[in-house]
């Protein structure tokens, strides 16, 4: 990722690198992040969601 890595989300110049066949790991806060969240949808990226006990 772009930064200092404290980012925890693809940041905007990153937006062109995603594809549909990669999968994010990281957490996502897309009600803060509608570009992000229009992006993902664009470029059909399918998330998992991996919850620890």
């Given at each position: 990722?772009?930064?200092?890595?404290s980012?925890?989300?693809?940041?905007?110049?990153?937006?062109?690198?995603l594809?549909?066949?990669?999968?994010?790991?990281?957490?996502?806060?897309?009600?803060?992040?509608?570009?992000?969240?229009?992006?993902?949808?664009?470029?059909?990226?399918t998330?998992?969601?991996?919850?620890?006990?």
């Amino acid at each position: 990722m772009v930064g200092d890595g404290s980012n925890k989300e693809p940041v905007e110049p990153e937006y062109a690198y995603l594809r549909r066949d990669h999968v994010l790991l990281c957490y996502l806060h897309l009600a803060a992040l509608p570009e992000l969240t229009r992006v993902l949808i664009e470029k059909k990226l399918t998330g998992y969601l991996c919850l620890r006990r």
